[in-house]
């Protein structure tokens, strides 16, 4: 069965500092890989995806991604936290199969940004 | 391209009633899924469609539990006689790739 682990429950970083929250992944097969962030109250927005190719992947607002096969993570990172960062990051994990989506998600970590 | 719509946002109910949510998926997205998320915890997977037909269920799902997507776009998820352990957040996603659009999600509180 397919698992995540996201070993960090609570995360606080300074302003302008780097960012990495870690993610190890259990699964059979190649999986897909994706990071979700979460606000208070609200659903989750996708800021990365990893299904094949180069192992560093690019999102949405200056986060990226490195897949690591070997250590079976997929750390998320940036260089340069801002306030708004501070939310929910969940990872999540899922079949290579086109046509099932159905994701498997970590605990999640909780982002707290300080000034 | 209006977003995956949930309502309602929040429900607060008395334990033993019966609620049932609605999710209106991204319209061009043919597959829809139902997460439950309780405090502390990531989403755990419910059940999920492909047009009309449900093609799976999680074991978490109960008898208690009933979700339908009758012509292949909106779905309901039912809770019969509710319990204090249904208390979550109810998320709806859809896709049409390989990537899940959420909803902002239900709120179900039981009293």
């Known amino acids: 069965a397919q698992s995540v682990t996201q070993p960090d429950i609570h995360i606080t970083v300074s302003e302008g500092a780097s960012l990495e929250l870690r993610c190890n992944y259990s699964?059979?097969?190649?999986?897909?890989l994706f990071w979700y962030v979460q606000s208070p109250g609200q659903g989750l927005q996708l800021l990365l995806k990893?299904?094949?190719?180069?192992?560093l992947v690019q999102g949405i607002k200056g986060f990226e991604a490195e897949f690591k096969r070997s250590q079976s993570s997929f750390n998320l990172r940036k260089p340069s936290v801002h306030w708004s960062d501070a939310a929910e990051y969940f990872c999540?994990?899922?079949?290579?199969?086109?046509?099932?989506?159905?994701?498997?998600f970590g605990t999640g970590t909780r982002l707290t940004i300080i000034p | 391209d209006t977003g995956v719509s949930q309502n309602p946002r929040h429900k607060i109910t008395k334990r033993g009633q019966n609620v049932t949510f609605r999710c209106d998926p991204i319209?061009?997205?043919?597959?829809l899924y139902w997460y439950r998320q309780t405090l502390g915890q990531g989403p755990e997977f419910l059940t999920y469609?492909?047009?009309?037909?449900?093609?799976?269920k999680s074991r978490l799902l109960s008898d208690r539990f009933s979700a339908e997507r009758p012509k292949g776009s909106f779905s309901t998820l039912e809770i019969q006689r509710t319990e204090q352990g249904d208390s979550a957040m109810y998320l709806c996603?859809?896709?049409?790739?390989?990537?899940?659009?959420f909803g902002d999600g239900t709120r179900l509180s039981i009293l």
């Open positions: 699964y059979g097969a190649t999986p897909y």
């Open positions: 469609f492909q047009n009309e037909a449900q093609l799976e």
């Open positions: 996603a859809s896709s049409q790739g390989a990537a899940l659009h």
């Open positions: 999540a994990v899922g079949p290579s199969n086109f046509g099932n989506e159905k994701l498997t």
């Open positions: 319209s061009e997205h043919n597959r």
């Open positions: 990893y299904f094949s190719g180069d192992t």
